[in-house]
């Protein structure tokens, strides 16, 4: 990659500064254009826009887990202000944090502790590399793991996919059209609609 290659999505030069992703043709995309692709086409298994080659590269970039999530969410979060109020009824002048709902650690609790960091990207790339759900199906799945890693203390990849498999034996979430059997039967509280709405018109993971 010399300086002057251009990410054919952006059309801005890739340099040193910038999180590249090499797909496994060798053509490179900044990360963050590269993710913008695999939310939209719900997978990590995106045709290179150059050649048409399919990326089987889905190494993360980084060693660090924590900082693997937020690349995977750069495209939506730290760049929004928590929604929640100060006592005075100002606006909240924290970012939001990683799958919190838009808001930040004091206005909503349910973060994802860095002990879990692992896990829970260890899941969502089992999610964007094996199926075919659309996004806002995974969207929820992300959502429900976050919750279940927490509340059972889960440390492997398949105590997560032993309670999915249960859940869609015992209901057709096709035919069901909603998730929320899935939360009452885990006694889970749904994340706010306005979130999934924002998350799957943008496309992002925020
Ligand atoms: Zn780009
Ligand atoms: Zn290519
Ligand atoms: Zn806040």
């Known amino acids: 990659m010399s300086q002057d290659t251009l990410c054919c999505i952006c059309l801005n030069k890739q340099n040193k500064k910038h999180?590249?992703?090499?797909?496994?043709?060798?053509?490179?995309?900044?990360?963050?254009?590269?993710?913008?692709?695999?939310?939209n086409k719900s997978t990590f298994f995106i045709d290179c826009p150059l050649c048409r080659n399919k990326n089987l590269n889905t190494d993360f970039p980084h060693k660090c887990q924590t900082k693997n999530l937020y690349e995977l969410c750069c495209n939506g979060v730290g760049k929004h202000f928590c929604y929640g109020k100060t006592k005075c009824g100002g606006n909240c002048k924290n970012r939001s944090q990683l799958f919190n709902y838009g808001y930040c650690h004091i206005h909503n609790k349910e973060t994802i502790n860095k002990r879990y960091h692992n896990i829970f990207l260890t899941y969502i790339?089992?999610?964007?590399?094996?199926?075919?759900?659309?996004?806002?199906?995974?969207l929820y799945m992300i959502d429900m793991a976050k919750k279940i890693i927490i509340k059972r203390d889960i440390k492997k990849l398949e105590d997560i996919i032993i309670i999915f498999t249960t859940y869609f034996e015992k209901y057709d979430y096709s035919k069901q059209g909603s998730p929320n059997k899935f939360y009452e039967e885990h006694n889970l509280e749904l994340p706010p609609n306005s979130w999934i709405d924002f998350c799957c018109e943008k496309k992002i993971l925020f």
């Open 125 to 138: 790339k089992y999610l964007f590399t094996s199926n075919k759900k659309g996004f806002r199906t995974k």
């Open 19 to 39: 999180c590249i992703k090499i797909l496994s043709c060798n053509h490179t995309l900044h990360y963050k254009c590269y993710i913008k692709l695999c939310l």
